[in-house]
């Protein structure tokens, strides 16, 4: 049975040419980076060459760029330091956040070192933007606004320009968390108003466990983690050598494929969209799929029968991977928080399908067919 894999929003495969750029640093190039003996001189070398890449493409300096663990360590990195180092005592986020932010969120409210609110959502899962305006206008205290670029279950895309531009008017700091879009749209860092941004290099087949932050240069904060001083003191530990490599190979390829790539997968969604409309009775669809929204993510959702109440598991044992929510909470089976904001029907099933420059129109049409024996 060939597997097919729609759940790209989750996790990517691993590109063969960056599996390639990896290896030597796992085999022959070892050298611990921070030693002065020319075979640490050779990694330290390959890591500022990474870092390098990395900027140019984002179009920030160097120096803006700091490599961590993936986008969940980079997001509580940078709503720690807003907290510690920025005199934020006001967060501002949305219901429909990624796990990363909202946990560390809850985390600093519940510790009584901010207070925290939401902004509305609207019913197409898009921010309320007068609503954010308003919130801010409001409060006396600095605030930090905390709102992510792309949405990883229903691909909602978030007019940063706009959300900066609010956010200068009251002098507030802006993280958004951009791990959907890094490697799957240009992004200019230096032309955004955003004081942090996150990547995390498995969603665009790079590997895992490496990820990393923007820290605009206007800003100074401090270390979170202590120790020997590398990533130019502000994240001390080894570096993940052949993660950060394997981190720039994927983000060059990526940017150098993008143009045809974004059109072949935009063009695999809305034909899936189609497939479905067209087979299965009752199908509804979460978000602004149609409008600004990732090319990469649909979110459907089924009507509710004793069958498809099973349907991740049903697709599964065909070989189909998708997901119901955010991969990070799938094993603990309590629906999505995302889908639950915008519109909580318990009549309906939601089900993310993601896709990447791998998956083909033959695997729609076999993923529609099964959804039509399972519905």
């Known amino acids: 049975m060939n597997r097919i894999y729609f759940d790209n929003a989750a996790t990517t495969a691993l590109d063969k040419e960056v599996l390639e750029a990896m290896l030597p640093y796992m085999t022959t190039h070892f050298g611990n980076p921070s030693s002065i003996?020319?075979?640490?001189?050779?990694?330290?070398?390959?890591?500022?060459n990474a870092r390098k890449t990395v900027a140019k493409i984002l179009n920030a300096n160097p120096g803006e760029i700091f490599f961590t663990s993936g986008g969940t360590e980079s997001d509580n990195m940078a709503i720690a330091s807003a907290i510690h180092d920025l005199g934020?005592?006001?967060?501002?986020?949305?219901?429909?956040?990624?796990?990363?932010?909202?946990?560390?969120?809850?985390?600093?409210?519940?510790?009584?070192?901010?207070?925290?609110?939401?902004?509305?959502?609207?019913?197409?899962?898009?921010?309320?933007?007068?609503?954010?305006?308003?919130?801010?206008?409001?409060?006396?205290?600095?605030?930090?606004?905390?709102?992510?670029?792309?949405?990883?279950?229903?691909?909602?895309?978030l007019d940063i320009d706009a959300v900066g531009e609010i956010c200068k008017k009251y002098n507030a700091i802006f993280h958004s968390d951009t791990v959907q879009t890094i490697g799957h749209y240009k992004i200019d860092l230096r032309s955004?108003?955003?004081?942090?941004?996150?990547?995390?290099?498995?969603?665009?087949?790079?590997?895992?466990?490496?990820?990393?932050?923007?820290?605009?240069?206007n800003i100074k904060v401090k270390p979170m983690i202590f120790g020997g001083g590398q990533e130019r003191n502000m994240r001390a530990g080894t570096?993940?050598?052949?993660?950060?490599?394997?981190?720039?190979?994927?983000?060059e390829i990526a940017d150098t494929h993008m143009e045809k790539e974004s059109a072949s997968i935009q063009s695999l969604k809305t034909y899936m969209i189609e497939q479905l409309r067209k087979h299965i009775k009752g199908v509804r669809f979460n978000g602004d799929y149609a409008g600004k929204s990732l090319y990469t993510v649909l979110n459907a959702s089924f009507?509710?029968?004793?069958?498809?109440?099973?349907?991740?598991?049903?697709?599964?044992?065909?070989?189909?991977?998708?997901?119901?929510?955010?991969?990070?909470?799938?094993?603990a089976d309590v629906g999505?928080?995302?889908?639950?904001?915008?519109?909580?029907?318990?009549?309906?099933?939601?089900?993310?399908?993601?896709?990447?420059?791998?998956?083909t129109k033959e695997e729609v049409d076999v993923v529609v067919s099964k959804l039509k024996e399972l519905i």
Do not use: W
């Not at 640490?40 to 890591?47: D, H, K």
């Not at 570096?239 to 983000?251: D, Q, R, S």
């Not at 999505?336 to 399908?353: G, Q």
């Open 336 to 359: 999505s928080h995302v889908i639950r904001a915008i519109s909580n029907d318990p009549n309906l099933v939601p089900v993310r399908f993601s896709f990447c420059k791998h998956n």
């Open 88 to 157: 934020c005592r006001h967060i501002i986020t949305s219901p429909v956040e990624h796990h990363a932010v909202l946990h560390a969120v809850e985390h600093f409210d519940h510790d009584d070192v901010v207070t925290s609110s939401f902004v509305k959502v609207l019913p197409d899962g898009h921010i309320d933007l007068g609503d954010l305006e308003d919130q801010l206008a409001s409060r006396e205290e600095r605030c930090l606004v905390s709102l992510m670029h792309a949405n990883n279950e229903i691909g909602n895309l």
């Open 37 to 48: 003996y020319s075979y640490g001189r050779e990694s330290r070398l390959a890591i500022e």
């Open 192 to 217: 955004k108003p955003v004081h942090f941004a996150a990547g995390a290099g498995h969603k665009f087949h790079g590997p895992k466990g490496v990820g990393i932050l923007y820290i605009n240069d």
């Open 303 to 331: 009507p509710k029968t004793e069958k498809s109440e099973m349907i991740l598991f049903n697709l599964d044992m065909q070989g189909i991977c998708v997901s119901g929510g955010s991969a990070c909470s799938s094993g």
């Open 239 to 251: 570096e993940n050598l052949y993660g950060i490599v394997g981190f720039a190979k994927a983000l």
